[in-house]
């Protein structure tokens, strides 16, 4: 395609991007290096007949001004960065000499709130994403062995937990088990505890989030394998059968290889996809015990004193994190496509 | 000999269908039955939805029947959607949902053609960057968003959280399409232009009549993509404005502590009615755009 008909194709999706993701991204940049104003103070001595006192006031007139000229606020380099709401290297440094071991040093940081929001974010990230490739395999050879009829319905219930808003699923469950709803009651009987309650405790709460996490992606995971499984090199698997070789043998050395990349594939969009995990803390009312990066975000940007400077820190945090996690999807990116040599 | 071995498989086939068919169920009925629990739940009393004496109330419905004369009410709907006025954002959802789905995909269409028509060294950057943009969440940019949205006085309405939901879709579009124009021949284009066509009339007459089936399972994706936002919609539109997810979050504070649990329960299964009934149309559809990217690798 010709320079000039690829530019008048591309241009109203550029813009789109350009005007509202790359800009923004460069914004946010600048925010973070910027924190507000402080108001400016005047101080004027007043004269009275019983002497003279120093008083010192906001100068309101002045604070006006200044934020009119310079709206960013003040340029504080990475000071943002370092304070005590993200990576608060002073406190980690004192906590490191304090501490005696691993343990207890984790125990210190983890009280502070980015590190406690990265502990569940990667917690979350790195619980769900095996769980939930596990399982969704599992499924899908289930599904593969059975008859065709019931197929059909089986993929039309299973689509249900991905596709239904996640705030509105992690609400639905989450009136479930409470203390009165239906799985909240069992679990009360099953421990014989009246007063059991999943939101009590920070463990029971990961659980829980993690639970509605697998939940919420088992059909992605199903449903990319099960699509797989329709593509199985069906002579090698007879041969394997006439071979002798079980079930669990034909899927280690035959399904579970053919469907690698597939998995690999899977993988790769979950770390991501987990890593963002946000509405279910919102929907489970489960802030109080987890809290993620896009939630920091969200609570900072929130309420009445909109805090731009801090939230857009995280938000640089964040998308540092995402990198990371997408440097195999880039490279891979790279080697596939097709350069006009 | 031979006859122990196959009764042996016989027996280790029927274990299996055991496993495989309780395997199935109890996924089915995980996926499935909150739903049902909650749908049937929303036309009772919350003495009933949350039942501290009994929970088979919450199937049976006793405390509706009393109250009401029937074990069903529409009493929680009827909250929703009249008393705390839920018609409005699900007026609010339809519309940002219908403009976000026409323009990212008239946009989309255009930009992923051209990136699969084309091999130079700028089409790759601008595809990692689509990726990169893609794999960010949303959330991040909304600090970049409010001040020059409130500078301005753009914040709070639906235009401007159209046009942001339509550019954080562009790049799942753009790589949804993408993937999608180039398993179709570039021989047809080719051909076309070769008889003294322009690319813009062979992209017209050659590649529109056959890009439908791709195009609606991107624009389902684009659907749920801006019907299910929380984040972004939640920060971006004023109260009168929400859609349907930020309103139900809102719901959430002030109908708890208003004891009106029910009218939260009515507009949750609200919202996720039309979901439920756009994959029974489509389920083949959204099948096949989750297995679209794996497949192509």
Known sequence: MKHKTFFWFILPT???????????????VIQSLHTPHENILITVENCDPFGCKKVTSIDHEATRDLKNEKPLGRFVGLDIYLDRGHLAFEQVKDHWNKSRDLVSFFSLISDLPFYKAIFFTLTFTFTVTPIMLVLGLLIALGVNSINKQLKGLIIFFSLLPMIVTPLIGSIILFWMIDSRGIVGNFLQLMFEDPNFSLKASTFLTWITLIVYGVWHAIPFSFIVFYAGLQTLPKDQIESAQI????????????IIPHIMPLITFVTLMQLMDNFRVFEPIIGFNAEAHATSLSWIIFNDLGGETRQLSAAATSSILTIFGIIILLIPVLIKTWKEFDFKK | MSFSTTKNNKHNNNLRNIIIYFLIFSWVFLAAF????????????????FSIANWTNAITGKNTEQTYGSPFTFVGYHGAWVQEEFWKAFINTSLVCFFVVLTSLTIGTLGAYALSRSNYKYTFWLLIMALIFRSMPPITLVAGYLPPFFEWNLWGILPTTIIVLVSINQPFTLW???????????????????????????FGHVIVPVMWPGIITTGLFSFLLAYNDFAVTSMLLSDENRTMVPQIAAFLGTTYTEGNVMFAVAAVVSATVPLFILIMFFQTKIVSGLTQGAVKG
């Open chain 2, 176 to 202: 949804m399409l993408h993937s999608f124009f180039q398993n179709i021949p570039k021989e047809l284009d080719e051909s076309a232009k070769v008889d003294g066509c322009s690319q813009y009339q062979a």
């Open chain 2, 34 to 49: 909150p739903f049902i629990w909650t749908f049937w739940g929303s036309f009772k009393v919350e003495l009933d939805f």
């Open chain 1, 243 to 254: 071979d002798g070789a079980n079930t669990f043998q034909q899927t280690i050395h035959i």
């Open chain 1, 14 to 28: 550029f813009l789109a991007m350009f005007f509202f993701i790359t800009l923004p991204i460069i914004s946010v």
